[in-house]
């Protein structure tokens, strides 16, 4: 008991001494009534506010929001999905009058090349396309996986080289500013080194990622070079793969590094400057060469999302006597065959809205909150001064005009029984009742003075023009410029539909000059327009398609504009369309 008491005591008078110190610690810390100072001004866009560890720790956090955010806004590729083949055929039908159906066959899983998923399973009719462009006999009946295609005896056949789309290859930094020399031979681009200097160093991250407004080269005193090897594409964030399980998938067959080949390109460059400033092409190129030399066998070129027209540019480079030389054969004697998952080969509406406002349907359909976080630290028009710095954007703008795209009484992927008061023809609305055709929103975008250059390095035309392999703005426009003459290569296009898709919008003011982006500035697209008669939701209008790019430009090319137009396809290439619907 006496002990008890002891300790009880001794507890007691610890308490009563802590509890003086924490008095005397309040005394000799209270804030004084005035700021001897005053206190520095936080910084809001630049980095981490200095004036607590509160507001930074505020600042931190809204800024892993708004990168995560943004990155998906940017990020977000063309998937392969499941829809229905019924309301594919009746939109392409309608592009298409007379289309032989017979062309569309539904690949109902995607092989296990492909990797999407990791575990697809995949029988006899589902594997064909795969195996022809492999050189791999088709299988024997029967459930197989990815997994024991070596073991049953397949090896590789035909080496194969990956092009990557818009935003997939990484950027590392070789020159900065003061602010980014922490990064050097980092990824700007790509990795988490990208989210952290994202969050804690937004405006330099964006300088950093910014090209040359004037000549869409780098800016000066910073450098950004693209990544090599297959690890350029493989994983954007970690968990984020982008052609991860492609590789690991063929490797499984049996492919390495000895007969893949990864084109790492800076992704922001305009096509031409692919070349002029990283010799991209001509690296390209030599690498098809020595695949083909070493392995004996010709090569498969395997295109995403832009990576499409961006190879059709380079057939035309590498045949060109304004490029690479190589003679009128060159393709029909180095590559086997062009498989492209969802390339965007007539453009995509999502360019356009990138142009006009630096908006598209991801961020119009952010909540208030996503919208605030994403806002704050990158205002619309500092994305769109970023989107205008980029020449690649130019090659993802809509090519045809109202021929492909429609006019404003109807367009070719108008679903049926849609409310004429809604047809996709109508590209951009506005409040006040009026709009404009794709051909009237592509000549606004013309006339505009930073967009403007985008049409001096492509063309937008939508029929044959004499002459256009001599100019290399039509290289990567299939309906400008013909196919090679390549009569031994085959086609194959791969895209998903089924998927809301973006395609027309709804803004809430009239076109102005000036903004704080320059030039045309379209205000922003009014996200409480609702209509399900013309299937729009927050002002943007979906039509049918893989998700990014609609089914006019997945499909258009692959059912007929190639098949069934020898002007486009002199040769008569092969085309296989497979649709995972």
Known sequence: MQRRGSSGAVLRGKQQQQQQQQQQQQRTTRIPARPLAPPPEPRRRGGACSVCAVCFMRSWVLGVCAGVLLTYAL???SSIVIGNKE???NIISTLV???NVTNFTVLEDVAGLLGIPADTLLIKQRFSMWAESFGLAEPPVGV?????LHEMGYKPHYPIVFIPGIVSTGLELWQGKECAKKYFRQRMWGTLTMMESMLLQSSCWLEHLMLDPETGLDPPEIKLRPANGMEAADYLLPGYWVWARVIEHMAQVGYDTNNMYMFGYDWRLGFPDIERRDSGFSKLKFSVEVLHHATGQKVVIAAHSMGGPLLLHFFNWAESSLGGNG???WVNDH?????GIGSTWLGTPKAVSACLSGEMRDTAHFGPLQGYLVDNFFSKAQRRRLFHSWGSIGSLLPVGGNGVWGDDKSAPDDFAGADLNFTAGRTVR?????????????NLLQHDPVASRFFRTYSFGGALTPGARDDMRRWGNPLETPLPRARNLTIYCLYGVGKNTERAYHYSSVPTSGGNGGGVMMNTINTHVH???GNVTSGVQDTNGDGTVPLVSLGYMCVDGWPNHPELNPSGIRVVTKECA
Do not use: C, K, Q
């Not at 506005?430 to 592509?442: I, K, L, Q, S």
């Open 327 to 329: 003679g009128d054969s």
């Open 335 to 339: 590559v086997h065959a062009v498989i």
């Open 87 to 89: 309301a594919t055929l």
């Open 430 to 442: 506005f409040d006040n009742g009026t709009w404009m055709t794709m051909d009237e929103t592509m």
């Open 144 to 148: 197989l996986s990815a997994t024991t």
């Open 75 to 77: 990020l977000r590729t």
């Open 97 to 99: 009058p007379g289309m």
């Open 531 to 533: 209509a399900a008669a």
